[in-house]
């Protein structure tokens, strides 16, 4: 058995080796024939001995049964989306922001290659790769570790060496190749299958794919750039910029981008912008701009973040690629809030990786200004390399009989008559049981930032409103397991997580209620704004126009909007049948900075057990803390759970105050006189 466990042994780290010399140097070392007879002396010998058989062995790229559906994950650390910048002096205005913060240092710069994919988060403790998720919200996403195992390119095990990190967090772009894409379309055609339209849309199916095996056959492959050590060691490496983390990368054993390049002023960064805007179409993978990040560590810690972005990185997007092609029609399209969104039909036309046949006309004022006709010969282009819109009109080649477009009276799709508001551009359809509408709204209701329903999808969604079992949000909460179970692919289990999922959702807080209500221009952050200063739906349907526009950030087409929705029937009626459910319509929200963590500043790590880390946090803010993702001078103390990271030794390092997870929930309970229960993890929004 020794010397068959030697042999198994020498044949994973042969075939790791040649892995690595393959996907990651593309310099091969034998050829496909030796690699597939390596691959097959391995498969056969842990055939023979199935004990031997371990998680990170080359053969397990590939296994197990299909999933049933994707666990939510929070990032320890968020996935923050970059900014954007289009010109040499929107870079210059990034430089001078970095510049004013670090005073008398002078930043050195990285730029890398922005590649046109899906970004990942690879989690490895003792080398190896436990945990893949999706970036989803930044906050939370998508545990897809069964499908990033079957890309050759990651690796399922670190490298080992001397002064190499085990425990580690590693960010990477998951992406096709041109040529992986085209292959992958030729086979779909063969097949008789719906073709991708571009490498980015294909590598985003893929990933959200339930089937390993499956996912296995598509060619996905993956570039990394950030690395970020786990727990104790992340004091041990001497890791000091970005560029030496881009090298310990490699050492690793990941690909990373062979263009990436130090720079001292801000005309290298641009010329190297330029020089990839003219050069993109030479490599054999999508990229649709540069990033641009502050070398050194300690300066990206110095610069921060926003809520959304890092202050210490940019992306500067590439101008959008342009064609010509005729516009055929013009369709209205009715969105969620009733507006009627013009969309122009176009002559099949390839652009940036896509074919292209429709493009947003955005409105009627906006058709005018440009005077768009059916007929015309239009140029197109993608705005951020994603959505096709029309730039203008190719007027020398416009026939002549050609006719102004006019905003037709009534709904496309219900024919209720079509209301042009004062003060706005858009042309609305004000019949709430508009078809078009419905589905939206209650995919909306449904949604991560509102009332969180998971298991409820837009395919559901249009089984339910199709078969006529639900006409508005409001009818969710009378669903039943009955009623459930002969809607195709509805299992018992499907059906019960559902149901679990709407009695959850019931305690969501005020401001994501109202959120959800889907009132016209109402964000999240309006929201919150109406929840503190109503308190209750049933407060802020009586509330004037004159109150509304004097609170803070609302403003008066807000206002108008909200007395408009409350002051529809119909809205009424949905509302009543949201409060008869059960859903929370009303709480007593406690002003800024009172509560029992008034003043604080609290820092969660890891698993915690009765609550979800968003509960926790909802717990936090509820009574006037304030949520940090990393321990400083000003943290007050960490709420700690299972297996806690780095953040944990630097409070224990740093002597600042540790809270677990039971005297946590026993000082809310005791300050707000209500119980949680034990019996199943609960998501507490306050």
Not at 7 to 16: P, Q, V
Not at 166 to 172: A, K, P, Q, S
Not at 333 to 351: H, Y
């Amino acid at each position: 058995m020794d010397s068959v466990k030697q042999k198994i042994d020498d044949l994973r780290t042969a075939i790791r080796k040649h892995d690595h010399q393959y996907y990651v140097l593309a310099d091969p070392l034998i050829s496909d024939s030796e690699y597939d007879a390596l691959l097959r002396a391995l498969a056969d010998l842990e055939e023979a001995t199935p004990e031997l058989i371990t998680p990170d062995s080359p053969t397990q790229r590939v296994g197990g049964a299909p999933q049933t559906g994707f666990a939510a994950v929070i990032h320890d650390v968020p996935m923050l989306s970059l900014g954007n910048t289009y010109s040499a002096e929107e870079m210059a205005d990034f430089e001078t922001r970095v510049r004013k913060e670090l005073t008398e240092d002078d930043p050195e710069w990285i730029c890398e290659l922005k590649f046109d994919g899906i970004a990942a988060s690879l989690t490895y403790v003792d080398g190896l790769l436990t945990r893949a998720t999706t970036r989803g919200d930044g906050v939370r996403g998508d545990d897809i570790t069964a499908n990033i195992r079957t890309i050759a390119s990651v690796p399922l095990r670190l490298m080992h060496g001397e002064g190499l990190p085990g425990n580690v967090e590693v960010r990477g772009e998951i992406f096709m190749s041109r040529q992986g894409f085209e292959a992958l379309n030729r086979r779909r055609e063969m097949a008789g299958e719906k073709l991708f339209a571009n490498p980015r849309n294909a590598t985003a199916g893929t990933l959200k794919m339930l089937d390993p095996v499956e996912v296995a056959r598509r060619p996905l492959a993956c570039s990394a750039y950030y690395l970020r050590m786990i727990g104790s060691e992340a004091e041990d490496f001497g890791v000091h910029t970005h560029f030496e983390a881009l090298h310990l990368l490699r050492q690793l054993g990941f690909p990373v981008s062979r263009h990436a390049a130090r720079c001292q002023t801000l005309w290298e960064v641009m010329d190297f912008c330029h020089l990839w805007e003219a050069e993109r179409e030479s490599l054999d993978y999508e990229i649709d701009g540069v990033v641009v990040k502050v070398n050194r560590l300690d300066h990206q810690t110095r610069l921060g973040r926003t809520s959304k972005s890092p202050r210490w990185a940019i992306a500067y997007k590439f101008k959008a690629k342009q064609v010509t092609t005729v516009l055929r029609a013009i369709h209205l399209q009715v969105g969620r809030t009733g507006v009627v969104t013009p969309v122009a039909e176009l002559d099949p036309v390839f652009l940036a990786g896509s074919t292209i046949s429709r493009a947003t006309l955005h409105n009627e004022e906006e058709i005018q200004r440009k005077d768009i006709r059916m007929g015309d010969t239009v140029l197109i282009e993608k705005g951020g390399d994603v959505i096709p819109k029309v730039v203008k009109v190719i007027e020398e080649k416009r026939p002549t009989d050609s006719q102004p477009f006019v905003m037709p009276e009534r709904c496309p799709v219900c024919q209720s008559p079509l209301v042009h508001a004062e003060g706005e551009v858009a042309v609305r359809c004000e019949n709430l049981a508009c078809p078009a509408q419905v589905h939206r709204r209650i995919a909306h209701f449904a949604a991560r930032g509102a009332m969180d329903i998971d298991g409820l999808g837009e395919a559901l969604i249009d089984q339910l409103v199709d078969q006529q079992m639900i006409r508005d949000y409001g009818d969710l909460y009378l669903l039943s397991r009955e009623a459930l179970l002969p809607l195709e692919r509805m299992g018992g289990k499907r059906a019960d997580n559902l149901l679990k999922a709407l009695e959850r959702s019931k305690l969501r807080p005020l401001d994501r209620v109202i959120f959800g209500l889907g009132i016209p221009f109402v964000g999240t952050t309006a929201a919150v704004a109406l929840a503190d200063a109503y308190q209750s739906i049933s407060a802020l349907s009586g509330a004037t126009v004159e109150a509304l526009a004097a609170i803070d950030g609302l403003g008066p087409v807000m206002a108008q909007s909200v007395v408009a929705f409350f002051g529809q029937p119909e809205n009424q009626r949905i509302v009543q049948k949201l409060a008869e459910a059960g859903v929370r319509m009303a709480e007593v929200r406690k002003e800024r900075g009172q509560g029992l963590f008034a003043g604080q500043t609290v820092v969660i790590t890891g698993s915690l057990a009765r609550l979800t880390r968003e509960g926790a946090k909802a717990l936090v803010e509820a009574e006037g803390g304030r949520i940090s993702s990393s321990v400083g001078k000003k943290t007050s103390f960490v709420l700690v759970g299972a297996n806690p990271g780095s953040k944990y030794d630097k409070a224990v390092e740093r002597g600042i105050k540790i809270l677990d997870e039971s005297t946590f929930v026993a000082m809310v309970e005791k300050a707000e006189r209500r119980h949680f229960p034990e019996d199943d993890q609960l998501e507490i929004a306050l």
